[in-house]
């Protein structure tokens, strides 16, 4: 079966900056599990996911546009300290920040007495990015994860 908008696609990946050491792999544990067509992950990568299927592994490209977004300048905001808790915060260190959106990955610049300066571009804004995929399997999306717009189950979302 070939990947196409409404089906659910397990696959594992490895990304990196382009030109540099892998950032992150799924290698190590359960593969990731995504409904397609449905936002659940960046554009270009989903785009290249179309049309795939089971046992396929490739390599793609992913400019920052269709990755994460270009670095957006002016995006710092000044947080209260007790939001973080008792972790030690240093510049440059990338923390989540629970937000009124859910949680968030930001980059701390600057940490005072009682506020911290926070970055709220992703960290991985205005980078280009490179994936190797391998599909593990495709599969038609059920009804009720079509209502919900994600993947149930295996390497998806529990409720």
């Known amino acids: 079966m070939k990947i196409a908008k409404d089906s659910v696609v397990r696959f594992h990946y490895t990304v990196s900056e382009s030109g540099q050491e892998p950032i992150e792999t799924s290698k190590e544990r359960e593969p990731l599990a995504i409904l397609i067509g449905h936002g659940n992950i960046i554009p270009g ?17 992913v400019p920052a546009a269709e990755a994460y977004g270009e670095r957006r300048e002016g995006l710092t905001q000044r947080v209260p300290k007790k ?29 005072g007495m009682s506020v911290v300066d926070v970055d709220l571009n992703h960290p991985m804004a205005g980078k280009d990015l490179h994936f190797d995929i391998e599909i593990v399997d495709v599969r038609e999306a059920g009804k009720e994860e079509l209502e919900h717009g994600h993947v149930h189950g295996d390497g998806g979302h529990e409720h």
Request: glycine letters at 14%; zero cysteines.
């Open 83 to 111: 939001h973080f808790g008792d972790q030690k915060l240093a510049p440059g260190q990338q923390v989540v920040l629970n937000t009124n959106f859910g949680p968030r990955a930001v980059t701390i610049e600057k940490v």
């Open 45 to 61: 990568l989903e785009k290249a996911l179309d049309g795939h299927e089971a046992g396929d592994s490739f390599g793609v490209d």
